[in-house]
């Protein structure tokens, strides 16, 4: 008994290790900028070139800042996701078309449906980078006072939507 | 023949490869990109560093990185740069904090936890082993039985 105790007991708290290891997803890297202001930006607008798009414009709102493209395949599993979240009219879901040619967007936003009110465009991937966008679909809950608040990497889901963003939205709203 | 085809379509020689882009015309300035950029996570093929890295995005922050030498920030501005976005885990060399003490002491706790293991198990099995004092008689004895040994085999 004595002599299989220590072995036994290493074995047993590498497995926990290894278990808990395997649950982690190595993609989600939790990122320095939640509780930091959002980075600015000032960029045109996908439907209307002439126009720019701001987060300063959108100070004493709780907003939903999505990147996407029309080339990624996250995106468009999310996007009933963002069409059902937008229909509720819980929070508004502002794009930003991420690295993506200008009349593949539009397309692909008429074919799809278009949850956005405003879709900003980062031709260069700049701003993605300010944000820290490693992959898109990439989602930050921004509160009033332009503080990012969460941020979801991949696409998101019913389940992440009303068990995370709906109640954060909700908790920001009413500060 | 049919092999014949299947060998010649797979010959590397045929498959045509793109020459590399020369990355700028500064080479003091792609010194110091290299330099930085193996010391830098590609963040969406983790294993690679930003030089190895063929992502759009790495090619995206490489582009950044370039642009920061050309505006003479120093090495340690450009990677509070990268820090400050995609925190530490851009860092190939992680710094010694409160949430990497593990990773920085773990190594040196287990190589003293297997020293002193590996110490105690000695002595323990040196104490096993009682010293005998033996007469000539009992050598002579030893020996033959030894010997004895060596023959049967």
């Known amino acids: ?175 | 023949m049919r092999w014949l085809t299947l060998i010649v379509l797979l010959m590397p020689g045929l498959s045509l490869a793109g020459e590399a882009r020369p990355l700028a015309d500064d080479p003091v300035a792609e010194a110091r990109l290299k330099h930085l950029a193996v010391e830098l996570r590609c963040l969406v093929c983790q294993n690679q560093t930003l030089a190895d890295s063929n992502a759009p995005l790495a090619e995206d922050l490489r582009r950044e990185v370039r642009d920061m030498i050309a505006r003479n920030m120093s090495d340690q501005e450009i990677i509070d740069f990268l820090v400050s976005r995609y925190g530490d885990f851009v860092l190939y060399r992680p710094p010694l904090k409160a949430t990497t003490s593990l990773l920085w002491l773990g190594p040196f706790v287990l190589v003293v936890a297997g020293g002193v293991a590996l110490v105690t198990a000695l002595r323990r099995r040196s104490q096993k082993v009682a010293a005998v004092t033996m007469t000539e008689e009992e050598h002579r004895r030893v020996e033959q039985l030894l010997s004895q040994g060596v023959k049967r085999s």
Not at chain 1, 17 to 37: H, M
Not at chain 1, 61 to 67: A, E, G, K, M, T
Not at chain 1, 134 to 149: F, S
């Open chain 1, 1 to 175: 008994m004595n002599r299989f105790f220590l072995p036994l007991t290493i074995f047993g708290i590498m497995v926990g290790f290894l278990a808990v290891g395997l649950t982690l997803n190595p993609r989600e890297i939790p990122s320095p900028l939640v509780g930091k202001a959002a980075p600015q930006f000032s960029l045109p607008q996908l439907h209307d070139q002439d126009k720019v798009f701001s987060p300063e414009e959108m100070k004493g709102q709780v907003w939903l800042l999505n990147f996407w493209a029309s080339w990624c395949s996250g995106c468009k599993t999310e996007h009933p996701v963002l069409m059902d979240l937008a229909k509720s009219g819980e929070v508004s879901i502002y794009g930003m078309d991420y690295k993506d040619q200008k009349d593949e967007a539009l397309t692909w936003l008429k074919r799809w449906g278009n949850p956005y009110p405003i879709v900003a465009v980062d031709a260069a991937g700049r701003v993605g980078i300010d944000y820290g966008v490693y992959g898109v679909p990439e989602t930050y809950v921004i509160d009033k006072q332009g503080v990012i608040r969460y941020k979801q990497i991949g696409p998101l889901d019913d389940e992440t939507v009303a068990k995370k963003i709906i109640p954060l939205v909700k908790e920001l709203q009413a500060k």
